[in-house]
Each structure stands twice: as C-alpha cells, then as structure tokens.
Nanobody, 126 residues
Framework: QVQLVESGGGLVQAGGSLKLSCAASGRTISSYTMGWFRQAPGKDREFVAAISWSGGNTPYADSVKGRFTISRDNAKNSVYLQMNSLKPYDTDVYYC???????????????????WGQGTQVTVSS
C-alpha cells in the first residue's frame, strides 16, 4: 500500500505561483509512474501532468504546457508540481496519484492509477 499526502495549496492572485508537494509513504515510489490531476466542483477529474519512473517522460495537458512543471525526487519519495502564471481557471482541488505500472503512454487515464491523495485546494483570484 502507498499513502499520498498533498500540500502547498492556497490562495494566490492571477499571475502568481505555487509549488505543490506530494509525500509518499508505505513503500518506495521509485518505480512508479506519478501524476497530478485536478477537479472543480461539479466537474470531472482532469489530467494535469505525469512523470515516468525515470523522470525522462513528462506529458502535460495542453492547458498547462509552458506554465506548470512536474518533477520527482525518489530519494525523498516525493513528487512536485511547480505552477507559474496561474490563472483563475486553474482554481481546483489538485490530486496526486501513483501507478504501479511503468508505461507512460496511458498516464492521462485516471483509471491507470492505483493510489490517490486527499487533494489540496488551489484558488486563483482575478
């Protein structure tokens, strides 16, 4: 079992930055594909970014390309999401997720993930 805990959310003005962290426990995630998803009230969960076990592949949603950066530190058993140039439509609950499979191709599909964090709220004011 893997437990995931997100942190770093908060309230920022449009154009500002936040860095989200995801701390894993229970077992190492060094061989796991890791992802970030987000969800607004009444909306479906949507893919934001993912990172392969090696860190060499990092697909992003078109809406965040050039603004968000996903990274991982396997020595710390953690994953991060640096968010720059935030916009009001980025307001969502952000979730960290872990997949026991190494394949990066299906990483945009939330059904491929085995473990999920509780979420952290990000609010961007105009």
């Amino acid at each position: 079992q893997v437990q995931l805990v997100e942190s770093g959310g908060g309230l920022v003005q449009a154009g500002g930055s936040l860095k989200l962290s995801c701390a894993a426990s229970g077992r190492t995630i060094s061989s796991y594909t890791m992802g970030w998803f987000r969800q607004a009230p009444g909306k479906d969960r949507e893919f934001v970014a993912a990172i392969s076990w090696s860190g060499g592949n990092t697909p992003y949603a078109d809406s965040v390309k050039g603004r968000f950066t996903i990274s991982r530190d396997n020595a710390k058993n953690s994953v991060y999401l640096q968010m720059n140039s935030l916009k009001p439509y980025d307001t969502d609950v952000y979730y960290c997720a872990a997949s026991r499979f190494r394949e990066i191709a299906p990483a945009r599909n939330e059904g491929r993930y085995d473990y999920w964090g509780q979420g952290t709220q990000v609010t961007v004011s105009s």
